[in-house]
């Protein structure tokens, strides 16, 4: 090194390749279907949960990784895709005389997004003045996610919806953009 000249700056890290933001849907019913086409349209990488294995086919040939999950039965902390999703979107309803079957692990789910990547998570739940039954055991659910969020301190997103989706039924707003930007 000459004196007073200032040495030579190393060269730049070579760039990183950047991984695509994971999306895990659990309950790829009709709203979480529509969200994840969306998404992979988008080049998110998607997985979800069903219950049937015909429908784990279906979700496979959009492209998405599919799990069918009785989210009664199963450990929700052993879907391994829980580990590696960055975003998280929670659509599968609470059971009457159950409530939400996913909280009921509370402590395994704790630990699992705790060592996991998540980034945030969006729970599907009901209006902000729920009447009917189903609607209130949703709303109850939400705050159980809501708890869970704060005490992983992530940020949690909760979209209301008041019954204007399902089979049969059109979606109100079909030709909406559904553009997460993370």
């Known amino acids: 090194m000459v004196p007073g000249m200032a040495p030579k700056p190393a060269p730049p890290m070579p760039a990183q390749p950047k991984k695509p933001q994971?999306?895990?849907?659990?309950?790829?019913?009709?709203?979480?279907?529509?969200?994840?086409?969306?998404?992979?349209?988008?080049?998110?990488?998607?997985s979800g949960t069903c219950t049937s294995a015909a429908k784990k086919m279906e979700l496979e040939l959009l492209g998405m990784t599919a799990s069918?999950?009785?989210?009664?039965?199963?450990?929700?902390?052993?879907?391994?895709?829980l580990q590696d999703a960055t975003?998280?979107?929670?659509?599968?309803?609470?059971?009457?005389?159950?409530?939400?079957?996913?909280?009921?692990?509370?402590?395994?789910l704790q630990t699992t997004l705790?060592?996991?990547n998540l980034q945030w998570l969006c729970y599907l739940s009901s209006t902000m003045n729920p009447k009917s039954a189903s609607?209130?055991?949703?709303?109850?659910?939400?705050?159980?996610?809501?708890?869970?969020?704060?005490?992983?301190?992530?940020?949690?997103?909760?979209?209301?919806?008041?019954?204007?989706?399902?089979?049969?039924r059109r979606l109100r707003y079909a030709n909406t953009s559904i553009h997460f930007t993370i």
């Not at 659509?91 to 692990?105: T, W």
């Not at 939400?142 to 997103?157: H, I, K, P, T, Y």
Request: hydrophobic share 45%.
């Open 135 to 168: 609607s209130k055991l949703r709303y109850a659910a939400e705050q159980g996610w809501l708890d869970l969020v704060d005490e992983l301190d992530l940020s949690a997103f909760i979209l209301r919806l008041g019954g204007i989706y399902g089979p049969g």
């Open 114 to 116: 705790t060592s996991g």
């Open 22 to 46: 994971h999306m895990l849907v659990l309950g790829t019913g009709f709203v979480g279907r529509y969200v994840s086409e969306r998404l992979l349209s988008q080049g998110w990488r998607v």
């Open 87 to 108: 975003h998280l979107l929670i659509s599968i309803p609470p059971i009457p005389g159950v409530g939400d079957p996913l909280l009921s692990s509370h402590a395994d």
């Open 68 to 81: 069918v999950l009785d989210a009664t039965t199963s450990n929700i902390a052993d879907l391994h895709a």
